[in-house]
């Protein structure tokens, strides 16, 4: 597509229940990034794909998320036994791989997740 | 250690004004990106500006320019001409060189802009 593609665009979930959350970047871009954006706060960084690489891990909050991503395409976040304070935009974005420093990040418009 | 700070949670700005919205960053990497970018309400995150440690010139995009001082380690966006549509949060970010995170942004908290007719 012409640009990154979340879905769902909201979720509204129980407290303790799984959710996957879908993202599917600009055709031929080899980056992938997952952030986590809480209400009227800046963006975190929770996880980044480059093409087969070992994906870095680095910025997810606990072992409640994992994602998983196939190839250079589709990738999926997931929270188990989501809590409270899981609730969040969940922000996907993909670049290119080569130019380093000056590659753009484009995202995409976001999941809505609401834990009650 | 916040890498991105930004140290005005809200502006305001009258329609056809500039306005300058500040951004400093901490990092002992000497090569390293900026970047800006627009959330409107809708939420998406728009891409506005660039500026490359080594760039020569401030970067300029159209309405946007970037006012960039590598000593003081400061990077602001100047919006000149605002729109009411230019009411939006920005956010300033940074990458670094190469390393372990790839090439994942890092964010400030935002700059809220109103844009008042």
């Known amino acids: 597509g012409a640009g990154v593609s979340q879905s769902p665009s909201n979720k509204v979930t129980e407290k303790g229940k799984d959710v996957e959350l879908r993202c599917d970047p600009i055709s031929g871009h080899t980056a992938l990034y997952w952030y986590r954006q809480r209400l009227g706060q800046g963006l975190e960084f929770l996880i980044y794909?480059?093409?087969?690489?070992?994906?870095?891990k680095s910025g997810l909050p606990s072992d409640r998320f994992s994602a998983e991503r196939t190839g250079e395409s589709v990738s999926t976040l997931t929270i188990q036994r989501t809590q409270q304070e899981d609730s969040a935009v969940y922000l996907c974005?993909?670049?290119?791989?080569?130019?380093?420093?000056?590659?753009?990040?484009?995202f995409g418009e976001g999941s809505w997740l609401t834990v009650v | 250690a916040q890498k991105i700070t930004q140290t005005q949670p809200g502006m305001f700005v009258q329609e056809k004004e500039a306005v300058t919205l500040d951004c400093t960053y901490d990092?002992?990497?000497?090569?390293?990106?900026l970047f800006w970018y627009k959330q409107p309400s809708s939420g998406e995150m728009i891409f506005l500006i660039y500026q490359g440690s080594y760039d020569q010139q401030n970067a300029t995009e159209g309405r946007y320019s970037l006012n960039f001082q590598k000593a003081r380690k400061s990077a602001n966006l100047v919006i000149s001409a605002s729109q009411l549509g230019d009411s939006a949060m920005y956010f300033c970010a940074m990458r670094e060189g190469p390393g372990n995170s790839g090439y994942a942004l890092n964010f400030g908290k935002g700059t809220s802009l109103l844009v008042t007719p």
């Open positions: 794909f480059q093409g087969n690489s070992a994906p870095d």
């Open positions: 990092t002992s990497d000497p090569s390293y990106g």
């Open positions: 974005a993909s670049s290119l791989a080569r130019g380093g420093l000056r590659n753009t990040i484009y």
